[in-house]
């Protein structure tokens, strides 16, 4: 019984997620062209620090998720600040870099905290109708903060001085640099979002289903599948490669077998690199 | 390291060997350049006591400790095999367990599911490695950097996943299956064993093991001379110049894409001849732990940044240094016991300590251990200039062009 | 064998009477235990094979038997360290055995009160001993890889020369080890994992893999078994009509859903059988699919995505039930990783802390509470009762060579002796999986010998004054014998 309401409102919900867990990492590689392999990473950091706040300070959930944020906001510009910002132009140093910050955050993570599961409760329990379908309060949530910060971000970048900073960079740092953009600052900017973006998603994802030490690379796998598709550095490639990705997920979930679903964003993924490697929105040369 | 020729060729190539000349790429080496391909420099040296030191560390180990040589000896084959893409053509590939599972796997489902022979089916793992090889190296032609890294590290994963979809049958492939997470119970035959079904018969258990132990150690030393004659042949300059500049290479009339495709075959072959002949002895097994996770594929890394990316050589250095280690942190453990404010052993830190140290390698010292040693030697022993990575053509420009702006000071209030 | 001489001698009869008086309370317990029942420690032969003669009470006097355990980072992991805490327990316990039955009744025998015969037979069926010898536990540490842990085991038999192994939880791991088992020939006792390859290999090729046994848990067809027994004695009583199965798609299941898929449909309307895939992380889809073909509970089988399957089936408040195979829930510290969220989640599991499988299960619990502060996760005991198995197929046969031992232990039925099992006895070479646990049944109501395992458990907050306030307990609720509490339905059902 293929109840078409009941799919496409579980596509839209885990898309939006998606989305968000995909988005930091785009925007750092948009901007600067910097691969974040510690992006899983900064996605954990989140997520403890929000349990820590929670759980160890016994504060509110709302600043726990807060939290969060800052917490994988101040690692990423730390990381952009203290080691990224010098060897940006070497691509090689900067991918092998990132992934070694990456394992070892995560091993960090593991030493200090330990390898025990990580719960936070849902931020907005309980569940609404939404024609006619019962849907999670949580995912009503997560699609509405999603979008908002989806048009924010697009907002910013394309009204504000900021944004047009961000955009000038993002083309051609040695042109923005002739017109007096300091592209330091705007990568920092820039990161310290993308980490805040990370956090986010974090918080999200450990309050969905739970997390721990090694939390991180799921995520990280996901969001490569996604910006593949979508195109490496283009946010609205990222936004519409996580629709199609977790829309083709529910569907295979739902209908086809549920036995395919760790499969499926690779399967697409290969499909995208033969018939197109640069992605929906990608440029060919990274 | 070799003493350089006259050529009043100014443009140094990164790794320290000879200048790279293009008009001269096509030219048979004069004697003077043979002699020196052979010469007996330091480094040399040192590397052939290492190389002896390597066969004779398995005369006093326990069956413990040769089971850890062995799996070590694959380790640096590894290594080299990504050293090959990566280093020299400076493909990054993130993902090189894809190669060791193919090879791995291919040759323990043709032994256990269909009878095949280690002497055929070993051949057959390299053979899919191969092909492994082409279908990242084809695609890899169209997309540059990060975009190439990413797919690669996704490989292994899409690999595993397709493990595990098909663990208890593929249809007329793997009648068994594939084995999914668990991975494989039974080992295929071992090439040297005490078994019955062993190719190379050897009575004793622990005869048996040193026989593996030096048949892989044969093999690594094979490996690394064709890979050391391979790159540092004209064929390898070329490596070296599509790392640094591609548009030059095929400015030169040269077409990069059939030296891109060769290097990551090369590599696939020879990861895959690894994978497939770790299968075969007793320390290694056709699982993902050993042979997909994406921690074999960083650990691989990390062995030739340590040891020095561009160099063939460095995967064997790194993983020296991998092995010393490893040995330090446990005679820590047993020594300290618990660190105190992280309230746990020491063992546990692992692999933080090994992380730090490539991490300061990657940013401080590119070019690791070899690298450090060149510049030791030539500061203070030959006193030759040794080239630096850092100052590879393109890097110098870009770092020109910047200075320039900042001089221009058109950053009224940003500090300088 | 190494012929490590111990240090202990036979003499001061005083001595050993003062030691036994200043044991701890945890001696105490279990020297209470085995005096109330006779036969504790005791092995029934299989019909027609008893050999009589018994082997000298001191064969192996000065001799160390060692125990090797081979455990997933033994020093933090909870699984790992209740494996190598209870091996140590049970080395303990047949230490002070032996003690105790040298002074007890070598002391009478002095005295004159007890014939040798009566001496020679309280010996044997008394006191779990292993005829004089001393017990040592080396514990290896497998870091869950089989890498390591192929190293490890070659330590431990190699250069400790253990006699026995013990442990391993991984599946990977333990695949990665049976070569090596079959090179080595030292018997080893899996008391963790769950892959059925082992017992495959040990069927197709027995000569060569035969050392291998599994003394628990049981594997997925037994489980898939008691799991239609279950709701042929409960589904009623529970209101249970229709049922959802959710299987994930692992080696380690695979049998579980075989066996269910073709004949649940005749015990119980299942109008839902999916295999779930170990990358399932949004369970809502399916549940949405369970929902709407109005389940009244979801029968699971669950390892790796436990969790998350659990947590959203809790926040999400879905109008059915949840349980079956649920590894995670077998964890004493799952309602705690949960913040609760773990209650009414029933699964079967070996053991609780809290019930009374047999006579030794709660001092077994109460024991390793005392010296570990803690309870032990159900490989603990499976541990526990492995390391007394091997006592007790060396205090019968009175050899330490291995292929005895093995076809010593493949054709006997222990009772007695398991903290899980009234008697354990295990499948022969010929089985489709071999030198397993057999499984008869798990109730009295359906068949003569029940083992009365797996039992059912369900986390359920804790009674007032049990333990920490509101904190979680495994309750258990069926079958009969064990129980421990009435099952709950979810309060918003």
């Known amino acids: ?248 997920e529910t569907v295979t979930v739902s209908v086809v077998d549920t036995r395919l679903t760790g499969v499926v964003p690779l399967l697409i993924l290969i499909a995208v690199l033969v018939v197109r490697p640069q992605g929906l929105f990608g440029r060919a040369e990274a | 390291m070799s003493t350089g020729d006259s050529s009043a060729d100014t443009t140094m190539d990164a790794s320290g060997d000879a200048p790279l000349d293009f008009g001269a790429v096509e030219k048979r080496p004069s004697l003077a350049e043979l002699r020196d391909a052979v010469a007996p420099t330091p480094k040399r040296i040192v590397g052939l006591v290492g190389l002896a030191g390597l066969a004779a560390v398995p005369l006093a180990a326990s069956l413990t400790d040769l089971i850890e040589l062995i799996g070590l000896l694959y380790l640096m084959l590894f290594a080299m095999s990504w050293d090959v893409v990566s280093g020299y053509t400076g493909q990054l590939s993130l993902g090189h367990a894809f190669f060791f599972g193919l090879g791995g796997y291919t040759t323990t489902v043709a032994n256990v599911q269909h009878g095949i022979s280690p002497a055929l089916s070993i051949p057959l793992g390299v053979l899919v490695a191969v092909v492994g090889g082409l279908l990242i190296g084809v695609p890899a032609l169209r997309i540059r950097g990060p975009y190439l890294a990413l797919v690669t590290l996704i490989a292994p994963i899409i690999l595993l996943q397709l493990f595990v979809l098909f663990s208890s049958r593929l249809p007329v492939l793997a009648p068994a299956g594939l084995k999914g997470q668990n991975g494989f119970a039974t080992s295929p035959a071992p090439v040297v064993g005490s078994g019955s079904e062993a190719l190379i018969h050897i009575e004793g258990f622990r005869a048996a093991l040193m026989g593996q132990y030096y048949l892989s150690f044969v093999l690594l030393v094979v490996v690394l001379a064709v890979l050391l004659a391979v790159t540092r042949s004209s064929a390898g300059s070329v490596f070296t110049a599509i790392r640094e500049d591609e548009r030059a290479v095929s400015a030169a009339g040269l077409n990069p894409a059939k030296f891109k495709i060769f290097a990551f075959t090369l590599s696939a072959a020879v990861g895959g001849l690894a994978g497939a002949m770790f299968v075969h002895t007793t320390a290694g097994g056709a699982q993902p732990s050993q042979l997909l996770e994406v921690l074999v594929s960083v650990r691989v890394i990390i062995l030739v940044v340590l040891g020095g990316m561009g160099t063939i050589v460095g995967g064997i250095v790194g993983g020296v240094f991998f092995m010393l280690t490893t040995l330090v942190l446990g005679a820590l453990d047993s020594a300290v016991g618990t660190v105190p404010v992280l309230d746990t052993g020491i063992a546990n830190l692992r692999p933080v300590p090994l992380l730090s140290i490539a991490l300061v390698t990657v940013i401080f010292a590119p070019r690791g251990i070899l690298g450090w040693f060149d510049r030791l030697w030539a500061e203070h022993v030959s006193g030759e200039a040794v080239p630096d990575r850092e100052t590879a053509p393109l890097v110098l420009v870009v770092r020109r062009y910047r200075q320039q702006i900042r001089d221009l000071g058109v950053f009224g209030d940003e500090e300088r | 064998m190494d012929d490590t001489h111990t240090t202990r001698t036979r003499h001061s009869v005083a001595r050993r009477r003062f030691i036994q008086a200043a044991g701890t309370g945890v001696v105490a317990s279990f020297a209470g235990c085995s005096g ?458």
């Open chain 3, 36 to 493: 109330d029942s006779d036969g504790g420690g005791g092995v029934t032969t299989s019909p027609g094979t008893s050999n009589g003669t018994k082997p000298p009470r001191n064969k192996f006097e000065g001799e160390t038997i060692k125990i090797g355990v081979l455990g997933p980072l033994p020093q933090e992991n909870p699984l790992g360290k209740s494996m190598a805490n209870s091996a140590k327990l049970a080395a303990k316990y047949i230490r002070d055995q032996e003690q105790e039955a040298d002074s007890d009744f070598l002391e009478q025998y002095v005295e004159g009160s007890i014939d040798r015969a009566a001496l020679a037979k309280n010996y044997h069926y008394k006191y779990e001993h292993m005829l004089g010898a001393d017990i040592e536990v080396v514990v290896g540490n497998t870091e869950a890889t089989p890498a390591t842990a192929k190293q490890e085991y070659l330590r431990l038999t190699s250069e400790e020369n253990v006699d026995l192994t013990v442990g391993v939880f991984f599946s990977s791991v333990i695949n990665g080890l049976m070569d090596l088992i079959a090179q080595q020939g030292v018997p080893h006792f899996t008391t963790g994992a769950a892959a059925p390859q082992p017992a495959r290999l040990v069927s197709q090729e027995y000569e060569k893999y035969k050392y291998h046994f599994r003394v628990g848990p049981f594997n997925s067809v037994a489980l898939a078994k008691a799991q239609l027994e279950f709701i042929d004695l409960y589904a009623d009583q529970l209101g249970w009509n229709k049922v959802g199965v959710l299987v994930e798609d692992i080696a380690d299941l695979k049998p579980f859903h075989d066996y269910l898929k073709g004949r649940i449909g005749k015990h119980i309307d299942t109008p839902v059988i999916k295999v779930t895939s170990s990358g399932q992380t949004n369970w809502t889809p399916i549940y949405d699919d369970l929902e709407s073909a109005g389940v009244d509970v979801a029968l699971v089988g669950l390892a790796l995505t436990g969790q998350s399957a659990a947590k959203q089936w809790a926040d999400q408040q879905r109008p059915f039930e949840f349980g079956g195979i649920h590894v995670f829930s077998q964890f004493p510290g799952f309602w705690e990783d949960l913040s609760g969220k773990a209650r009414y989640i029933f699964t079967m599991n070996s053991v609780t802390p809290q019930t009374e499988n047999t006579q030794f299960t709660q001092p077994l619990m109460k024991a390793y509470n005392a010296n570990f502060d803690s309870y032990p996760v159900y490989s603990g005991p499976i541990t526990f009762d492995a390391v007394r198995l091997f006592a007790a197929a060396i205090r019968e046969t009175g050899t330490l060579n291995p292929d005895r031992l093995v076809n010593f232990v493949e054709s006997r039925r222990f009772e007695g002796v398991s903290t899980i099992v009234p008697f354990a006895e295990f499948t022969g070479p010929d089985a489709k999986y071999a030198h397993e646990p057999k499984f008869t049944c798990m109730s009295g109501d359906t068949c003569d010998s029940p083992i009365g395992v797996p039992l059912w458990q369900q986390w359920q907050k804790g009674k007032q004054g049990e333990g920490v306030e509101g904190a979680g307990v495994m309750e258990c609720f069926a079958p009969g014998p064990v129980k421990t509490a009435d099952y709950q339905k979810p309060h918003w059902i």
């Open chain 1, 1 to 248: 019984m293929v109840d078409v309401l009941n799919i496409a409102l579980n596509a839209a919900a885990i898309s939006a997620l998606y989305a968000l867990v995909a988005l930091g990492f785009t925007l750092i590689f948009g901007v600067g062209g910097v691969l974040n392999l510690a992006h899983g990473a900064l996605i954990t950091v989140g997520a403890f620090a929000a349990q820590q706040v929670f759980r160890v300070l016994g504060l509110p959930l709302p600043l726990a998720v807060l939290g969060g944020i800052l917490a994988a906001g101040t690692v990423s510009g730390l990381l952009y600040l203290g080691v990224v910002r010098f060897i940006q132009d070497q691509t090689v140093k900067v991918i092998l870099s990132t992934v070694i910050i990456g394992f070892l955050v995560r091993h960090a993570v593991r030493i200090v905290f330990g390898t025990g599961t990580l719960t936070l409760p849902q931020l907005f329990p309980g569940s609404a109708g939404i024609l006619g379908e019962s849907v999670q309060n949580n995912m009503v949530f997560v699609f509405c903060s999603s979008w908002v910060l989806i048009l924010a971000l697009f907002a910013l970048v394309n009204y504000t001085t900021l944004g047009k900073a961000i955009l000038a960079t993002s083309m051609s740092d040695r042109g923005a640099a002739l017109v007096g953009i300091d592209a330091t600052r705007i990568n920092t900017y820039t990161w310290l979002l993308a980490g805040m973006f990370a956090g986010f998603a974090g918080v999200l994802l450990t309050s969905f289903r739970s997390g721990g030490w090694r939390m991180g690379l799921d995520p990280m796998v996901l969001s490569f599948a996604i910006v593949v598709l979508g195109g490496l550095g283009s946010i609205r490639g990222s936004v519409l490669g996580a629709y199609i990705i977790g829309t083709i």
